[in-house]
């Protein structure tokens, strides 16, 4: 599974926009790119899952260059209930490889 | 709908203790995972399950953790002569099939050994 890298933390100010890149230098053809969000206390919600160029839902955008060694998870006028740990996740996920969840990125937003 | 439940939330006890430790899938999800999270640290993948099936045991810390599960249901995690080092919260999930990109999360317990 690919080695991602991603900000310890990030702080915020309602109403911005909230960009969170991870790095994959080692991600292979067939990796997908997945992102969590954990709130305190609870489990880990999956937010969106790309694998090339650009992916939206209703919650976040997912970025993602031609090269694929790096995404960018953009959140969109975030609010105070958007505070949480974000996670990057690579990988194909069958049966033998499973999630890896690394140290993810804690995003504080403020009033 | 109902989502994934755990019991209990919440775990107090001694060192050399026996626990178990409780998950209950969302209905019709084949796919069942096990992961323990230290405080402040990202989650730790343990087991899976297949169906009934785990057929990979080499993520538990020790032969002191074991896991079951009954058919497509209830699993339980037991961890026998709790340690210290046990103590974090014990997190399950499942989806539809093996492999699924999303996993959906119960609340976990909070495993704390005295």
């Known amino acids: 599974l690919a080695k991602t890298t991603q900000p310890i933390s990030m702080d915020s100010y309602e109403g911005q926009e909230v960009n969170i890149t991870c790095s994959h230098n080692?991600?292979?053809?067939?990796?997908?790119i997945t992102w969590y969000q954990q709130f305190p206390s609870q489990g880990p919600r999956f937010i969106i899952q790309?694998?090339?160029t650009k992916v939206t839902n209703e919650v976040a955008s997912l970025f993602i260059p031609a090269d694929r060694k790096s995404s960018t998870l953009s959140l969109p006028r975030v609010s105070l209930s958007d505070t949480a740990v974000y996670y990057c996740?690579?990988?194909?996920?069958?049966?033998?490889?499973?999630?890896?969840f690394g140290g993810g990125t804690r995003l504080m937003v403020k009033p | 709908g109902a989502g994934v439940s755990q019991s209990p939330s919440n775990k107090v006890t001694e060192k050399g203790k026996d626990v178990e430790l409780r998950c209950d899938p969302i209905s019709g999800h084949t796919a069942l995972y096990w992961y323990r999270q230290r405080l402040g640290q990202g989650l730790e993948f343990l087991i899976y399950f297949q169906g009934n099936s785990a057929p990979d045991k080499s993520g538990l810390p020790s032969d002191r953790f074991s896991a079951e599960r009954t058919g497509e249901s209830v699993s339980t995690l037991t961890i026998q002569r709790t340690q210290q080092e046990d103590s974090a919260v014990y997190l399950c999930?499942?989806?539809?099939?093996?492999?699924?990109?999303?996993?959906?999360f119960g609340p976990g317990t909070r495993l704390t050994v005295t």
């Open positions: 996740l690579v990988g194909l996920y069958n049966a033998g490889n499973m999630l890896t």
């Open positions: 080692n991600i292979a053809t067939n990796d997908y």
């Open positions: 999930a499942s989806s539809p099939f093996l492999g699924a990109y999303e996993q959906y």
């Open positions: 790309g694998y090339k």
